[in-house]
């Protein structure tokens, strides 16, 4: 799998968020479909898995209503925690109470790249045809969510002063809502040539939000939601700040610590430092990458 899928991701959040801290771990023995309520594990049970223990399969959690250890068998709750029951398969990972769930970190993956807007974005490029003497073209209803438009080019065939050389186009960006132009459901997005345009083909490249509609555990975070492979670590650190950076501030953890601390060694606003600085890293390489997201398309309207 490849290490900028949505899985992998979630992987290196949860090392990362989980620093120093024993995550325990089992192994399906039998596939699962998505209704049955018994999960047979590999190894042995382990007193952590008890009656009311969480366990999590790629992103679904399960609560534990009866063990069995002679045949490493528990009775679960199927969805548990808001998650969706899934197919898991021989060999899956089994997290045993893990300090974040995945679909916690799943989750705040989601609302950290809707959180970027304008500021960060996809590009993305259509060719269209347009017919002699058109003047305006409404973008696809795909591109309803448009930031603006870095370029057009434009290529046309015609009897006379033929171009190939795919020149820039001279345009206006026109944003209305998806009834505006035509009454039908569509963009609303105009695209006005300041000249009538020759018989050809349109390149359009264009600022849209990342795919999220294709968001998925098994997704590909660059081919199949349109985020440059150098914004996966500034990803990452937002998904953590939005965890509360449990690896850094002890004093904030969600669950029980795996050895106790005396308040005087994590007073009363130590985390304030740590978390401090975590969001001035974090605000540092989102600047950079939206320095040279700038840098590289322009967004000439929007």
Known sequence: MARTSVANTIQRIRRQASSGYRNE????????????????????LTPNVQVGAVLCIGIESMRVTAINAATQSV?????????????????????????????????????????????????????????????????????????????????????????????????????????TWTGASTSGLLIRSIEPMHAGSLYIIAAVPFSMSAFAFTADLVSDIGIQESMLDVLEMGTKLRMGMDNEIQRGARTQQDEPRRAEENPAGSLNAGFQLQNAIYRNRKAEEIQKLRTQYPIRYS
């Open 25 to 44: 771990t089992n192994v399906l023995a039998i596939a699962m479909d998505a209704s049955t309520t018994n999960v047979t594990l590999v190894s042995a």
């Open 75 to 179: 009775t679960v709750i199927r969805g548990w925690l808001d998650s969706d029951p899934d197919v898991h398969n021989v060999n899956d990972e089994v997290q045993i109470n893990p300090r974040f769930s995945p679909l916690d970190i799943y989750d705040g993956m989601i609302t950290e790249l809707q959180s970027w807007g304008p500021a960060l974005h996809a590009v993305v490029g259509i060719t269209t045809t347009v017919a002699a003497d058109q003047e305006t073209l409404e973008l696809p209803i795909s591109m309803a969510g448009c930031y603006g438009i870095i370029d057009i080019r434009h290529n046309w065939t015609a009897a006379v002063n033929t171009s190939t050389a795919w020149p820039q186009l001279n345009f206006r960006f026109q944003r209305g809502v998806g009834t």
